[in-house]
């Protein structure tokens, strides 16, 4: 974009010196030239700043799905000991039910 500005422009300058109003002709490529570079530098920054934002959303769904692995983590490990609590007290009654039926 920058490159057809500067073509464009110089095309136009050798134009300032032809015409009588050389002098508008000038300032008007150089202000065409100058909002084009301008629009050209707002688009990238643009780019720019939604590249960040995709960066930014990603990390924080990145550690979202890491806090939601670890607390499943946390889960599986809390249901591993319910069940070898169960399997303790599964034991006992079955101990109890032996005692029971001796006496």
């Known amino acids: 974009m920058i490159g057809l500005n500067f073509i464009l422009s110089g095309a136009l300058l050798p134009m300032t010196y032809l015409t009588s109003k050389g002098c508008l002709l000038f300032f008007f490529s150089a202000t065409v030239l100058l909002l084009s570079g301008h629009a050209s530098i707002a688009a990238n920054t643009e780019q720019s700043l939604e590249s960040d934002e995709v960066q930014k959303q990603m990390e924080r769904a990145t ?3 890491d806090q939601y692995k670890e607390d499943l983590e946390k889960k599986l490990q809390q249901l591993e000991e319910y069940e070898k609590q169960l399997e303790r007290l599964e034991s006992k009654v079955q101990q109890l039910e ?4 001796e006496h």
Not at 98 to 101: G, I, L, R, T, W
């Open 98 to 101: 032996a005692v029971e039926k």
């Open 63 to 65: 550690a979202e799905r």
